[in-house]
């Protein structure tokens, strides 16, 4: 989640059960998954740097030993470029003598990369699951590891990927680990005006940025204030975590509004629907203790069982809207 992006107002309501839902994934395969890319040998994460070519990788070889294939022709790795400029630039390629604000520090254009996975459904329409590879990286000596924002929503796409391998879908389902979020979010950027697919037929974004850490058992499903008409499959979820609503409402001065905090904002303003599912800031937000370590693995196994059930739910549901 991008720390500058999160201001504003929220309503909150919820959707709870103390039952248990029967969906089943691999519970220890996500934790590696998770482990694996928040790792110190990634190094953060950060945008355009080794440890990030590494995820993107890592993220690669795992869609394909699932056997998810591919969403271009070309691969799973979409490339973009991206000018770096001013502290960004410096902070990556630095140069000696650089001046306070930075006008001695020439653009660099640097390459991205989103990774992307592709299950086709019965029709044309398509439903977009993203999580964000980057993260922080390296800054004054400091790893960020990146666990909760995003290992978690990243790892996430492989465990739902393997559950609807198997399934009879209705929509198209692309799985999108996309970069750069942490600098304003130009890798979904880059993947919605290059869509394998025609964007024209996509019905909705289910966006996971930080959904591995939160000691109350609580997750949010975001967005329903812009979009009412997405809040019956949410309604009909079991879960012995916590589904609230809330978070998305700019005239509601008491709370954050993240309808502009992560990926999601590119469908929106593209007037795509979109669910989010996040947690709450927590101590270890933008921390160097974000770290695999400080996850709840509890929560974080339930919390991708929700938000499967969620895609379920909306499979059947947007099918004749």
Known sequence: MS????????????????????????????????????????????????????????????????????????????????????????????????????????????????????????????????GHLDHLGIKNGQLYNGADDDASGTAALFAIASYFKTKHIQHNLVFAAVDAEEIGSPGCAYLLDNFPLDIKNIVLNINMDMISHNDSSQLYASGLYHYPQLQKPLDEIVSSIDLLYGHDDPNNKDVQDWTYSSDHREFHERKIPFIYFGVEDHKDYHQPTDTFENINPKFYIEAVKLIIQAIEGYDTFLIDK
């Open 3 to 130: 720390i500058y992006l999160i201001v504003g107002v929220v309503s909150l309501g919820s959707c709870q059960s103390t039952k248990v839902n029967n969906i089943v994934i691999d519970e220890q395969a996500l934790l590696q998954h998770i482990k694996v890319i928040s790792h110190d040998s990634l190094e953060g994460r950060f945008f355009s740097t080794p440890g990030n070519y590494k995820a993107q990788k890592y993220i690669k070889e795992q869609f394909a030993s699932l056997n998810i294939p591919p969403a271009f022709n070309d691969g799973y790795i979409q490339q973009f470029p991206h000018t770096l400029s001013g502290k960004s630039r410096q902070r990556i390629y630095p140069i000696a003598n650089v001046k306070e604000d930075y006008s001695n520090v020439t653009d660099t254009i640097v390459k991205g990369g989103n990774v992307v996975a592709m299950l086709k459904g019965r029709t044309n329409k398509t439903i977009v699951i993203t």
